[in-house]
């Protein structure tokens, strides 16, 4: 009774509540803004997106740092400025300022990050916080200043990069303390995982793909990979936090690891459904160089390395248990509903495909309940020789493959040597091209030579240094820090799978979720030294002082 009077009693048990609404706000924008099917609603997405990001600054910064008297001018000259802006065309709308709610929704967005602008300019001259500097990672600052300057110069309309820019220094502030660091990324492994519950209620009410593909609510079955990432993550980390509690009942304990682990084993079948390259591949090379990382460093502390390899090999396990019964319950389900109750939702743009849910179907017919030519496209897609029946195998991936008279290559080597021929200095707009058939290639589908692409050849190789030196610090700060919250677990493991990921696909924009929560794993590892010492400056511990005084008020 005494810690629940305490902990009502702490402005950030109320902090963690709004970060909790705000994050599953901002992951379900992404969602719909993957979802979009015209420029418009995508506008009307990613603005929300924006200023919920923007709250989550606000609510977990020192209250005394925003409630001050420039913010309040700022507020009604804000107002007034945006107004008589977007009347007159100066602030650029891809809508043509034919959408009032949109218009609205961008003054709340210049109307917070002002505030948040203005809120840190007060927190560095009143703390004199450019003497702390240390604390920040030099060579991500000055190579992430440098892209910025490129997009400044050869922007070309991309106003997402930009945000991306803003939202990475702002996290990185309230990420600097502390006291609040764990709250905030627990408030994000909570809302990742509420996410997943809600999205996969509305994957029951859908019909199921064919069997070539298991998109979720997602219309891109890479986006829908791109967030079950994020989710096998939150996961994961949340089960090495419990593994490693000694301060709870063991029965507590073990109910805890139970779920957890039933819950990733389903997260972890649907990834194999989905099966996409961006999901995969990045998420294999997370967990497997984590694996060695932690048997290294058990070895390192004469700790038992029987414990990692049980933690991870239990993954595997409650993948094997969970595969086939969560198989049949995507399908099962749906096809319940389509049989016996009503149509469910289609996906957008969907055909009348006869492998797809019907009204009026057997939900007993074997299209829903075998998995067999699943298994054989899954696997011939991936160039994996294996062989089901006596009439049917898939083929070794070579330069093209067929399957069922279909080519399942993905072309992405060619699409790359297209965007990499017409690279220069200062980028291209628009940033599609047409190759020699006269079809629209509308990405590079790797984003790397995206951005390359978009904003030149030195906006493109310094955004490669800065996403290597994230990887390389992920994974020191992992190597080094004492992670008993498993804070820098997390970001090693988001950073470690978006670094490969970004090789398979375009995804480096904050709309998409899994970079929206790689900006919180980057945020921990900008804040802090490349090594870490025991002890602090005076300085740093007089602010942490007051701002753990106002937090407690």
């Known amino acids: 009774m005494n810690n629940l009077v305490k902990r009502l009693k702490n402005l950030d048990t109320y902090r963690y509540i709004i970060s909790v609404i705000v994050i599953l706000e901002a992951i379900y924008r992404t969602i719909e803004f993957t979802n979009a099917p015209s420029n418009m609603v995508q506008a009307e997405m990613f603005r929300p997106l924006c200023y919920n990001i923007g709250i989550l600054v606000l609510v977990n910064m020192d209250i005394k740092t925003w409630l001050n008297i420039w913010s309040l001018i700022y507020i009604p000259v804000c107002y007034v400025f945006t107004h008589f802006a977007y009347q007159k065309h100066w602030i650029f709308d891809i809508n043509n300022y034919e959408f009032p709610h949109i218009i609205r929704m961008g003054k709340i967005v210049i109307l917070i990050w002002g505030v948040i602008l203005i809120s840190i300019i007060r927190h560095i001259i009143k703390n004199k916080s450019w003497k702390q500097i240390k604390n920040y990672n030099p060579f991500l600052l000055c190579t992430l200043g440098l892209y910025f300057l490129c997009i400044l110069l050869f922007k070309r309309h991309y106003d997402e990069m930009l945000f991306f820019i803003v939202e990475v220094i702002g996290i990185s502030f309230i990420l600097a303390n502390k006291e609040r660091r764990k709250m905030i990324i627990q408030a994000l492994l909570d809302a990742i995982i509420l996410s997943f519950f809600y999205v996969m209620y509305k994957c029951l009410r859908h019909r199921p793909f064919d069997l070539e593909r298991y998109d979720l609510v997602f219309s891109n079955s890479n986006n829908g990979g791109e967030y079950i990432a994020c989710v096998v993550i939150a996961f994961f980390v949340k089960i090495s936090n419990w593994w490693s509690k000694a301060d709870v009942k063991k029965w507590i304990k073990i109910t805890a690891l139970v779920i957890y682990y039933i819950l990733l084993g389903i997260t972890l079948s649907v990834t194999m459904f989905n099966y996409t390259r961006t999901t995969i591949a990045g998420l294999g090379f997370a967990f497997i160089l984590g694996l060695v990382m932690e048997v290294v460093g058990a070895a390192k502390k004469k700790e038992k390395k029987a414990g990692v390899f049980a933690k991870y090999g239990f993954a595997i396990l409650s993948l094997v248990l969970t595969f086939n019964i969560t198989y049949l319950g995507l399908r099962w389900i749906p096809a319940y509903y389509a049989a016996n109750v009503d149509q469910p939702i289609l996906y957008v743009g969907e055909d009348n495909n006869p492998s ?73 707009y628009p940033f599609h091209l047409f190759n020699d058939k006269g079809e629209i290639i509308a990405h590079s589908h790797n984003s790397y030579i995206m951005v390359g692409y978009m904003l030149g050849i030195i906006a493109g190789i310094l955004y490669i240094v800065f996403n290597v030196l994230a990887f390389l610090y992920s994974v020191i700060m992992f190597a080094r820090e004492d992670d008993k919250d498993k804070t820098y677990f997390f970001a090693f493991l988001i950073i470690t799978t978006c670094f490969i990921s970004q090789v398979a696909e375009w995804i480096s924009r904050p709309q998409y979720s899994m970079y929206l929560v790689f900006v919180f794993g980057l945020g921990l590892i900008l804040t802090n030294k490349k090594k870490a010492k025991e002890t602090e400056s005076k300085e740093i511990e007089a602010v942490e002082i007051e701002e753990s005084e106002t937090s407690n008020l």
């Open 356 to 428: 797809k849910v019907h009204f009026g179907d057997s939900m007993y017919s074997p299209k829903y309940t075998t998995m067999g030519s699943y298994l054989r496209t899954v696997f011939g897609k991936w160039g994996i020789l294996i062989k089901f029946d006596d009439d049917k195998q898939s083929e070794g991936q070579t330069e093209k493959v067929e399957f069922d008279g279909r080519d399942i290559t993905s072309g992405r080597m060619e699409i790359w040597h297209m965007f990499l021929s017409r690279y220069n200095m200062t980028g291209h």
